[in-house]
């Protein structure tokens, strides 16, 4: 029996003779189109929350990528500790424009909840291991150079997992727990 909505659409229209407007609310016709109609709907709310997820992880790639343009060769491992303390302190200024405008005595704005929430996920996430290309060696680097921007592409990268205060452990691509 076919599932998605553009088969069951074809399928009913072929059988109706091109008249859809024919079909009585309750047949097994109109059943199967509005359980086709409901799955492609569900499918294309988990694709969109699964593409807001990856995001992140793509957005801090590309920021990694743009910060070490223009330099050569492999990091060392407090290098790779500097660089992403700079990632997670890169919206400080912004964060501090907004404290500047508020009047004293009222509430945070929801662009300072967003960058403080922000802030302290990635802190709790360095402190146990952020995940991060493995920037140690030429190749590491030189893959992340030719990376052309887009999630698909992540797979080609060998990650790592940053500890603040520890060691640097391989990672997996996806991000899985503390992989």
Excluded: C
């Amino acid at each position: 029996m076919a599932k998605s909505l553009d088969k069951v659409h074809k399928k009913v229209h072929k059988k109706k003779g091109g008249r859809m407007d024919s079909l009585h609310v309750n047949s097994r016709d109109a059943k199967r189109l509005r359980a086709a109609s409901a799955r492609e709907e569900k499918l294309s709310r988990l694709m969109d929350a699964a593409a807001r997820v990856n995001q992140v992880y793509v957005e801090r790639i590309a920021w990694f990528k743009s910060a070490l343009e223009g330099s050569v060769g492999a990091l060392t491992e407090e290098e790779l500790r500097v660089l992403t303390r700079s990632f997670i302190d890169r919206e400080d200024a912004q964060l501090e424009e907004a404290k500047a405008q508020r009047r004293p005595g009222r509430p945070r704005t929801k662009i300072e909840e967003d960058i403080i929430m922000r802030k302290d996920d990635e802190e709790r996430e360095f402190k146990s291991g952020f995940w991060i290309p493995d920037l140690r060696d030429d190749e590491g680097r030189l893959k992340l150079d030719r990376w052309a921007g887009d999630w698909g592409g992540l797979h080609t990268l060998n990650f790592i997992r940053v500890v603040r205060d520890g060691d640097i452990k391989p990672s997996s691509f996806p991000p899985k727990g503390l992989s």
